[in-house]
């Protein structure tokens, strides 16, 4: 089992959850889905697509950029396809829009 997590930008967050719900790896219906998609807003670092996307945190004492994290778990077959659907998802012609990152989960237990 894997675990994907991704950061996007809060303008392109809501076409990276419609793509992964489309894929077939999402399931259907007819088959029973075993993920569950969190998302969270987070203060980072990814370069500004419009001037309003600038904050100031006094917290942190730097300019910030409110982005999306989005955490996925799926079995390893599947991770191919739902990486590429937030990847083409999240895609804002910038160099860097945002970043996907996979890990290993030695234990899932889901909670009936």
Known sequence: ?????????RSRVAD?????????????????????LAVYVVKGSLLPLADEDRHYSIDLGDEVVNEYKLELLCEDAEVDELVEAIRSAALTGQAHAG??????????????
């Open 1 to 9: 089992m894997k675990e994907i997590k991704a950061y996007v930008h």
């Open 16 to 36: 990276v959850i419609a793509a992964v719900k489309a894929t077939p790896a999402w399931g259907t219906a007819l088959r029973a889905r075993g993920h569950n």
């Open 99 to 112: 970043w996907i990152t996979v890990t290993e989960v030695s234990r899932a237990i889901p909670v009936p």
